[in-house]
Structures are given as C-alpha cells and as structure tokens.
C-alpha cells in the first residue's frame, strides 16, 4: 500500500514560492533532497489546473531524462499524488496527455532534431531539470517557446544539484 503523500518542511517552502509571483524559480539542493518531485507535482498541479496547456520538461540529454524522470519521478508524481487521474506516456512523442487535453512533453536539449521540435511549440510551463547540465543558449532558446496563451502565469522551473567550484 502506498504511503499516504505530505510534503517536508523544505517542500512546503519551495510550494510557496512556486505559487508566488516570480517567473523564474530555481531550486537547489543536494541529492535526494525532494527538489524534483516538489517540480513535477507542480508541473502537473498547473497542467490539471488549465484545460489544454502544455508543459515541458527538458534536460541535457534525453537518455537522462528519460531514466530519471520519465520513468521514475513522473510514475511516482502520479501515483501518490494524482491517484485518480488516468494518464498513459506516448513513447511515440515521448508525451503524456491528461484528462483535460494538457500535454506534458519530455525532451533533451542535445539533439538537433528535438531542439527543432520544441521551437515549434509554445509552453505554460517549462521545466529544466539538472540545468548546471544544460548550456545557457540551450536555456534561452526554450525561454522563447514560453509563450503559450492560457489562464496560467508563465512560470519557468529549474532544478540543480550545488554544481563544484570550478562550474
């Protein structure tokens, strides 16, 4: 039986400044600190929240999502959080397509070809995980697909691990 869900102190924190005003947060903490679960939760709080939105969360190199993410942190999001809400990936487009027409998409920013694919769709939300990883013009050009027209305020997440001294 699944454990029934709460946050932890630094969670509840982080919820309060995801539901702020600002636009840009970045999360930061070590290793299984929570960081990405709190984000994906999110992600899909506001997905559910706004009929036909879409939502991105991207890393460096998609085999890392998609170890990570796609088939841990996301599954898990789901099962503990949103128990009632049916939900199958597309391995296809690597996507999930909620209830209420919200699309969560999953990509890398290594490829050429998927970093064309993301240019040509407009998001609520975009979530970079792992961005010490992630090159800073890779970051820009997904901040202009930050455009989707919704109820939503336009919210960009990040997480990162503490990155050494010499990052």
């Not at 064309?116 to 890779?138: C, R």
Request: include cysteine; proline fraction near 5%.
């Amino acid at each position: 039986m699944t454990q029934p869900f709460s946050l932890t102190p630094d969670q509840h924190a982080a919820n309060r400044l995801l539901g702020g005003a600002a636009t840009h947060i970045l999360l930061r903490g070590g290793a299984r600190s929570g960081k990405t679960f709190v984000l994906v939760r999110a992600l899909v709080i506001r997905a559910l929240r706004a009929t036909g939105t879409r939502h991105g969360i991207f890393r460096h190199r998609f085999n890392a999502l998609r170890a990570t993410i796609v088939v841990d942190t996301f599954p898990t999001v789901m099962r503990r959080c949103f128990p009632s809400v049916p939900w199958q990936l597309s391995r296809t487009d690597w996507s999930v397509t909620l209830p209420n027409g919200s699309l969560i998409m999953f990509g890398g920013l290594d490829d050429e070809e998927r970093t064309e694919k993301i240019l040509g769709l407009e998001f609520a939300t975009v979530y970079l995980n792992e961005a010490s990883q992630v090159a800073y013009g890779a970051r820009n050009m997904l901040l202009t697909r930050l455009a989707q027209k919704s109820p939503l305020a336009l919210k960009e997440y990040i997480d990162a691990n503490p990155p050494t001294t010499a990052h």
